[in-house]
């Protein structure tokens, strides 16, 4: 069984510039997460889709970041304008329901300079 | 609202020695539970998992765990540490029912001393 797929692996981009990130998830998976997890932290959960739906995103700064799932399929993360804070590693997952576990992609490490 | 707590940012273990990582939970509802692994430069990797089941979880890599509901804990054990144990360890909490989001602690890495 495939896992998750996130590109790309890494990313370096100057402030103010705009990025975008990509996740496949496992297929017939309902629930797709996007975590930020900046150094020497715990992931922090961003936006949180069942199927094509978004269950939760009080957490994302969407003055300057959005996700969408269309098909609810595949996702795309962005951020647009890039500030310095936004290093991180983002996490994509999913799970077949939300009550199930999570499985992670391995992650696009974003260095913004 | 739902929280974890992980006590100990770093654990240091020698090799053979009995691994312990705490994990706390806050819920007013019951949770689910689990421990992910991370190694470097690598997404996380679910090691064990408590959905209301037996209270003692086993998992991959000779973990298990045990939810103590009057301690609110579940707490992440392996009788002999591996070299190979060295990494960053997470505790999640998802409720298991009312809002479904998965909130991880702030991890504890674990180094094995030869």
């Known amino acids: 069984e495939a896992g998750v797929a996130q590109s790309p692996r890494y990313k370096i981009i100057e402030k103010r510039q705009s990025v975008a990130f990509w996740c496949n998830p496992i297929s017939g998976h309902a629930t797709l997460y996007w975590y930020q997890q900046i150094l020497g932290q715990g992931p922090k959960l961003l936006i949180q889709f069942q199927n094509n739906g978004v269950v939760d995103d009080s957490q994302l700064p969407k003055d300057r970041f959005s996700a969408e799932r269309l098909k609810g399929v595949d996702s795309t993360l962005k951020i647009q304008p890039a500030k310095l804070e936004d290093s991180a590693v983002y996490l994509c997952?999913?799970?077949?329901?939300?009550?199930?576990?999570?499985?992670f992609g391995q992650g696009t490490r974003l260095t913004v300079v | 609202a739902q929280s974890v707590t992980q006590l100990g940012s770093h654990v240091s273990v020698s090799e053979g020695a009995l691994v312990l990582l705490r994990c706390n939970y806050s819920?007013?509802?019951?949770?689910?539970l689990f421990w992910y692994v991370q190694y470097p430069n690598q997404g996380l990797q679910l090691l064990l998992k408590y959905t209301s089941a037996a209270t003692l979880v086993k998992g991959i890599n000779g973990f298990e765990a045990e939810f103590k509901k009057s301690e609110t804990s579940f707490h992440l054990t392996k009788p002999s540490a591996h070299m190979s144990d060295a990494a960053e360890y997470f505790c999640a909490v998802n409720l298991a029912s009312g809002t479904y989001k998965y909130i991880f602690g702030t991890g504890t890495r674990l180094k094995v001393l030869a």
């Open positions: 819920s007013s509802v019951p949770p689910y």
């Open positions: 997952a999913s799970s077949l329901d939300q009550h199930t576990e999570a499985f």
